[in-house]
C-alpha cells in the first residue's frame, strides 16, 4: 500500500482546499492499493470563487500582448519538458496507459505548448478592400472572455493542454475542471503554467465530481464558452445547456471508428496496424480502431492472424516494460465492457480471443480485461453501432469497395477512418466518400499530429475543429473594423 499527498485547488493564484475541506482518493487502475493523492473534493462555491477569479483576470489577460503570452507559453513548455518522465509516470500510474504512451503523451503536451505560443503570434485578423476609398476595413479576432474546460480521462495531460495552451494563447482566461480519476495530471499541467508565471486568476483549476463542479460550471452565464471532450450522452446536455444560456460550446466526443482491409492490401502492415489501432491505450482512445471491416476474400488469413497476435498481447502493469495493454480505467468500465462483451455474444458476434477479466498474476488489484476479439460483428447491431472503449475490436467481412464504405459509414459516429490498399483510385474513393474528420491510408486509424486540426462528423463533434490553426475560430470573435478618415480640418 503506498500512499501520497494532498492536492487543492488552483484559484486567483493560489492553492486552496475545497471550501467544504472535503477531498477524494485517486488510486491506480492498475493496483487499487496504489494511492496517487487526495483531492480537492469541489462544489459550486469553489466553482464560484474560481470564475469570479477568472472574470476579474480578463481584462488584463486580455490586454497583455499576445508576444508576452507566447514567451509564458514557452518557459511553461521548458519547465514540462524538463519533467517528462516523471509525469508520464505518474500518467501510467494514475491512467493506466504503458509507460512509453505516458512519456509520448506529456512530450505531447510540451508540444501543443510550444505550437501554440507560435500561434499567438500568428496574423489575428484580416484587411479587406472597401466601397469607400477612404474607409480602413479590417477585421480583429479578440478573445471570448472566460473558458469553461471540460476534460475526460483518457488523455489527461494532452488534451487540457490542447484546449488550455489556445485558450490562453488568444487572451481567454480559463477555468478548468478535469475528470475525477485524473486530477493529478491536471495539478501537474497547472503547475507548470503556474511556474512559468501566469498571472493570478487567468488559469483556475477545480477538481471534484461531474455535478459539484461540472453543473455549476456550465450553468455559471460568466463562462463565455465551454469546451467539452468526453462521451456523447453528457456532451449533448452540457451543450443544451450552455446554449439555452447563449453561450458558445464545442464538443468532440466518441467513435466507432472504421479500418478496412482491401485484397490488395499489405497485410503484415495492415494486421500491424490493426492491433496497435485497437488496442494500444487498452483501446481506450477516441480515435481507437473498433472496426475491422476485412474484404472477404482476405479475411479468413487477417482473421486467424489476428488472433493469433491478439492472444499473445501481454496485458498488466503498464510501468512493466513487457506490458502492452494496461488496465482499463475503473472497475465499472471493466463491468461495463463485459457487458457489452457479454451482449455482442448475444447478438450473434463470434468471441475469437479474450472476453474475460484478467485476475492472476498481481491483476487481480487492477481493472484488466483481456484484449478481445469478435468475427461476424452484425454492422446493425449494438456492438456494431455502439462504441465499447476498451479493447475490443470486432470483424465484418464484405463483398467490395462499395459494400466497405457503406458498412464504414453506417453508424453515427465519424471521428476516424483509415483503408489498407495498394490502389490509388480505391483510397481515393475512399478518402472522398467517408463520413468522417481524420481519414488515414495504410496507417491506424489513432494517429493525430497536433499541428493540424482535430475532430469528427456527425455525432463525434459539434461540427467544430480543435487544435492546429482552427483552434483559434474557438477561442476568439470577430469583429469588424470601419474607419471612416475624417474630412480634413
Ligand atoms: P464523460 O462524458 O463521462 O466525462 C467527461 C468530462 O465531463 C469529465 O470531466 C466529467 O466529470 C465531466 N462531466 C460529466 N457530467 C457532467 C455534467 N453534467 N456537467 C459538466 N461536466 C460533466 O467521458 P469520459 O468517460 O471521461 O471519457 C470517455 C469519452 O470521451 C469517450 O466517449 C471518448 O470517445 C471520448 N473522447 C473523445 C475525444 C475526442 O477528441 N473526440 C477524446 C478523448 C475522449
Redesign the pocket.
Same mark, same amino acid.
Given at each position: 500500500m503506498s500512499s501520497s499527498g494532498t492536492y487543492v485547488n488552483y484559484i486567483g493564484g493560489e492553492w486552496v482546499a475545497a471550501r467544504s475541506g472535503e477531498t477524494f482518493e485517486s488510486r491506480s487502475p492498475g493496483d487499487a492499493d496504489v494511492l496517487l493523492g487526495r483531492f480537492a473534493a469541489s462544489g459550486a462555491e469553489d466553482v464560484d470563487a474560481a470564475v469570479s477569479a477568472a472574470a476579474e483576470a480578463r481584462a488584463a489577460w486580455r490586454r497583455t500582448s499576445p508576444i508576452a503570452r507566447a514567451n509564458l507559453l514557452h518557459r511553461a513548455a521548458e519547465i514540462l519538458s524538463t519533467r517528462v518522465n516523471d509525469i508520464g509516470r505518474e500518467l501510467t500510474i494514475e491512467e493506466g496507459k504503458t509507460l512509453k504512451e505516458g512519456i509520448g503523451e506529456t512530450g505531447r503536451a510540451v508540444q501543443i505548448l510550444r505550437y501554440f505560443a507560435g500561434e499567438a503570434q500568428q496574423p489575428d485578423g484580416e484587411h479587406y478592400p472597401s466601397a469607400n476609398p477612404d474607409t480602413l476595413l479590417y477585421t480583429v479576432r479578440e478573445p471570448v472572455g472566460v473558458v469553461g474546460i =471540460?476534460?475526460?480521462?483518457?488523455?489527461p495531460i494532452a =488534451?487540457p493542454a490542447w484546449k488550455i495552451a489556445p485558450a490562453l494563447a488568444f487572451g481567454n482566461t480559463v477555468v478548468f /475542471?478535469?475528470? $475525477?480519476?485524473t486530477p493529478l495530471l491536471a495539478v501537474r499541467f497547472i503547475e507548470a503554467l503556474a511556474e512559468a508565471g501566469v498571472p493570478a486568476g487567468v488559469v483556475n483549476l477545480v477538481t471534484g465530481?461531474?455535478?459539484g463542479?461540472?453543473?455549476p460550471?456550465?450553468d455559471d452565464d460568466r463562462v463565455a464558452a465551454i469546451s467539452?471532450?468526453?462521451?456523447?450522452?453528457?456532451?449533448k446536455?452540457?451543450a443544451q445547456r450552455v446554449y439555452a444560456r447563449g453561450g458558445k460550446v464545442q464538443l +468532440?466526443?466518441?467513435?466507432k471508428n472504421p479500418a478496412v482491409v482491401l485484397a490488395d492490401a499489405d497485410l503484415d502492415h495492415a494486421i500491424n496496424h490493426l492491433v496497435s489501432g485497437a488496442m494500444w491505450s487498452t483501446g481506450? /482512445?477516441?480515435?481507437a480502431t473498433s472496426r475491422a471491416i476485412l474484404d472477404a476474400s482476405i479475411a479468413d488469413e487477417v482473421t486467424s492472424r489476428l488472433v493469433e497476435r491478439i492472444e499473445k498481447l501481454v496485458t498488466g502493469d503498464p510501468l512493466n516494460a513487457q506490458t502492452q495493454v494496461g488496465p482499463v =480505467?475503473s472497475d465499472e468500465a471493466a463491468n461495463r465492457i463485459l457487458g457489452d462483451i457479454e451482449s455482442a455474444e448475444r447478438e450473434g458476434a463470434r468471441l475469437l480471443a479474450g472476453g474475460m477479466r484478467l485476475s492472476s498474476d498481481g491483476r487481480e488489484r487492477g481493472n484488466f480485461v483481456a484484449p478481445t476479439l469478435f468475427g461476424d460483428m452484425n454492422p446493425e447491431s449494438r456492438f456494431g453501432q455502439e +462504441?465499447v472503449?476498451g479493447p475490443v475490436l470486432g470483424i465484418t467481412t464484405v463483398q467490395d469497395m462499395d459494400e466497405a464504405l457503406a458498412v464504414a459509414n453506417g453508424v453515427r459516429y465519424g471521428?476516424s477512418a483509415s483503408i489498407f490498399t495498394r490502389d490509388l483510385g480505391k483510397a481515393m474513393k475512399f478518402i472522398n466518400g467517408i463520413e468522417a474528420g481524420i481519414v488515414h491510408v495504410n496507417a491506424e486509424t489513432p494517429g493525430a499530429e497536433p499541428h493540424v486540426p482535430?475532430?469528427?462528423y456527425k455525432s $463525434?463533434?459539434s461540427y467544430s475543429r +480543435?487544435q492546429g490553426k482552427t483552434a483559434r475560430d474557438f477561442y476568439t470573435q470577430i469583429k469588424t473594423v470601419y474607419v471612416d478618415l475624417p474630412s480634413p480640418a
Open positions: =471540460i476534460t475526460p480521462w483518457n488523455f =488534451i /475542471k478535469p475528470a $475525477s480519476y465530481s461531474a455535478s463542479v461540472g453543473d460550471l456550465v467539452f471532450t468526453g462521451s456523447g450522452v453528457v456532451g446536455a452540457v +468532440e466526443l466518441g467513435g481506450q /482512445k477516441c480515435t =480505467i +462504441e472503449f471521428l482535430f475532430g469528427g $463525434s463533434s +480543435e
